[in-house]
């Protein structure tokens, strides 16, 4: 495909990852190193994440040039820390590019989208509160739990494994939902479609906050329809060492 040329363009670099920026010197390739907003200013044509922070700063500052992940784990097809050979293919142009469906609240509580997931959680862990959960206009179920989340495909094999999950395969156009601990044990989990989720608040005993990408987006009243719906995708560099979603 085309992209980055030696010589020509700017290769963006957030996170910390002194061998990359190194390659890239070594390349003489015009680099900015710096926050996820002040990257994106400069106008790259592609960008370097280092580590799984990175990759999500990068996200919620709107980016829509490739990224090439380093240490940030196989859902987001990210290259190991050492292999820094990677950046020569970057920065040739040598890279194909995959897509991971991105996840938007509505209405918006703060954070607009999450790569991984989002979660609605009690603000305090020894408290419950119950949940509902529809599929477009046909209620699902409803329990009493610490809260419930919501993975897209990239999200499945984190937090939303821990919790029973089933790992999504990318591209299926679903989402994962499971209970976060539960009050009863036979609480199922299920696979939606990423653009007919909504969840709801039943009881108003204790705050619940959603969580983007496990950041703080927000507080939901009880009551309200939070609608879950895809919103974009962030594109992937994926070079010879990217490891495989599957691992």
């Known amino acids: 495909m085309d992209g980055p ?76 820390p050492l292999g820094v050979d990677a950046v020569s293919q970057l920065v040739s142009g040598a890279y194909e590019t995959v897509e991971r469906p991105l996840l938007a609240a509505q209405p918006s509580l703060g954070e607009p989208v999450a790569l991984f997931d989002l979660m609605l959680v009690t603000d305090d862990p020894a408290r419950i509160s119950e949940y509902s959960v529809w599929c477009g206009d046909e209620h699902v179920e409803s329990f009493r739990a610490d809260g419930v989340v919501v993975a897209t495909p990239a999200g499945s094999q984190g937090y939303a494994r821990a919790a029973d999950g089933p790992v999504v395969a990318p591209g299926s156009g679903v989402v994962s939902v499971i209970p976060i601990s539960p009050f009863a044990t036979n609480v199922d989990s299920w696979v939606l479609g990423d653009d007919r989720v909504r969840l709801v608040v039943e009881r108003d005993e204790t705050p619940v906050e959603l969580l983007a990408d496990g950041r703080p987006s927000g507080s939901v009243v009880p009551g309200e329809t939070l609608g879950i719906r895809r919103d974009g995708s962030l594109t992937l560099a994926v070079v010879e060492g990217s490891q495989g979603f599957f691992g």
């Open 5 to 80: 040329s030696e010589g020509a363009g700017v290769v963006g670099v957030v996170g910390e990852h002194p061998a990359v920026l190194d390659a890239l010197a070594d390349r003489a390739v015009e680099t900015v190193h710096g926050e996820a907003r002040a990257v994106l200013d400069a106008d790259p044509a592609a960008v370097v994440a280092a580590g799984e922070p990175a990759v999500v700063d990068l996200v919620r500052a709107g980016v829509d040039v490739p990224v090439l992940p380093f240490g940030a784990g196989t859902a987001v097809r990210s290259v190991p």
